[in-house]
């Protein structure tokens, strides 16, 4: 007769996985980081969400005082001089919309121009070859060890007997063309292409200029893109050459138009209400554009291997 055996189950304790002490600090920093970086946006948020007496009366609480949108309805010109002053305004007109399409007319300007001149150059400098092309490339980049403090002056004076003074050419002229680190930048890529892929088109008879417009423009749309955001940016939030070439509404663009808002305080006091709420709808837009093209951006970099 055979024997039954019979086994006892053996229980299995349930692993237990330590989390390692240094990620905990790792996650930690990180998170106190993350937090000191978005806490400027949120005061700036909380302030444009209350009131400047109330602002007086509660200036450390954390939470927006007497909660109103009456800041953004100045900043955007929704309001009466007489219910501004109210509101503890200066009753000054502020005409957003005018200076936000002087921003974007001269954004896009410098931004366009820029990259078509960048590349071009860029171009000549990767895939062209020419004597002396290395030695004029190594001068032209010692143009990025000059400060931009230097060229104020000669700029102005040049703009002045341009007759481009008060206009928006006049702001973008000295930008609107290529920079060293613009170059510099597509350089690397334009330098990764293949040369097979270019003398493929050569074997096809296309040209130099049929080669840069439809070959190698084309395959670099990644790092086009990422420079013309960051030239975008760049452009969009500069305040020293505005302010010294433009005088009137007509050439003033959104960053100079704030600190002229900051300077109308009224009698009661200076409407950081008003400024805060005009300050983050002129930055909404690069925030936005900085977020859709976040990925491409940190992708480029990393394949230019600029760091």
Same mark, same amino acid.
């Given at each position: 007769m055979?024997? *039954?055996?019979?086994?006892?189950?053996?229980?299995?304790r +349930?692993?237990?996985r330590?989390? %390692?002490?240094?990620?905990?600090?790792?996650?930690t920093v990180m998170?106190?980081i993350?937090?000191?970086?978005?806490?400027?946006f949120?005061?700036?948020?909380?302030?444009a969400?209350?009131t400047?007496a109330?602002? /007086?009366?509660?200036?450390?609480?954390?939470?927006? @005082?007497d909660?109103?949108?009456?800041g953004?309805?100045? $900043?955007?010109?929704m309001?009466?001089?007489?219910?501004?002053v &109210?509101?503890?305004?200066a009753?000054?007109g502020l005409?957003f919309?005018?200076?936000?399409?002087? /921003?974007v007319?001269?954004?896009?300007l410098?931004?366009g121009?820029q990259? !078509?001149?960048?590349a071009?150059?860029?171009?000549?400098?990767?895939?062209?070859r020419w004597?002396g092309?290395?030695? @004029?490339?190594?001068?032209?980049?010692a143009g990025m060890?000059? #400060?931009?403090?230097f060229?104020l002056?000669?700029n !102005?004076?040049?703009?002045?007997?341009?007759?481009l003074? =008060?206009t928006?050419?006049?702001?973008a002229?000295?930008?609107?063309?290529m920079? +060293? !680190?613009a170059?510099?930048f597509?350089r690397?890529?334009?330098?990764?292409i %293949?040369?097979?892929?270019?003398?493929? $088109?050569l074997?096809?008879? $296309?040209? &130099?200029? &049929?080669i840069?417009?439809? *070959?190698?423009?084309?395959m670099a749309s990644?790092?086009?893109i990422t420079?013309g *955001?960051?030239?975008?940016?760049t452009?969009?939030? =500069?305040y020293?050459w505005?302010l010294?070439v433009?005088?009137?509404d007509?050439?003033?663009v959104?960053?100079?138009?704030?600190?002229v808002?900051r300077?109308?305080? #009224?009698?009661?006091? @200076?409407?950081?209400s008003?400024?805060?709420?005009a300050?983050?709808?002129?930055?909404?837009p690069?925030?936005v554009?900085f977020?859709c !093209? $976040?990925?491409?951006? *940190?992708?480029?970099?990393?394949f230019?291997?600029? &760091?």
């Open positions: 055979a024997t *039954v055996t019979t086994t006892t189950p053996t229980t299995l +349930p692993v237990q330590k989390f %390692p002490l240094g990620r905990a600090a790792a996650w998170g106190l993350i937090l000191i970086t978005l806490l400027p949120y005061w700036i948020l909380r302030t969400l209350s400047n109330g602002l /007086s009366a509660d200036p450390t609480n954390p939470l927006p @005082v909660l109103t949108t009456s953004f309805e100045r $900043a955007l010109g309001q009466s001089a007489e219910e501004a &109210k509101q503890g305004g009753g000054g005409d919309w005018r200076y936000l399409l002087n /921003s007319l001269v954004s896009t410098i931004t121009c990259i !078509f001149f960048s071009m150059a860029a171009y000549a400098f990767s895939r062209l004597r092309r290395d030695k @004029v490339f190594g001068l032209f980049l060890m000059v #400060p931009a403090i060229t002056l000669p !102005f004076v040049l703009i002045k007997q341009l007759h003074i =008060d928006l050419l006049g702001i002229l000295p930008t609107m063309f920079t +060293p !680190f170059v510099f597509l690397q890529f334009f330098m990764n %293949p040369q097979e892929v270019e003398e493929a $088109a074997l096809d008879g $296309a040209g &130099k200029i &049929k840069f417009f439809r *070959v190698v423009l084309p990644t790092p086009v420079l *955001v960051l030239t975008y940016i452009s969009w939030n =500069d020293f505005p010294m433009s005088y009137s007509s050439s003033r959104l960053t100079v138009a704030l600190a808002f300077a109308q305080t #009224p009698a009661t006091g @200076v409407d950081w008003g400024l805060m709420a300050t983050l709808i002129a930055a909404l690069m925030l554009l977020a !093209f $976040a990925r491409r951006i *940190v992708s480029s970099i990393g230019t291997g600029i &760091k």
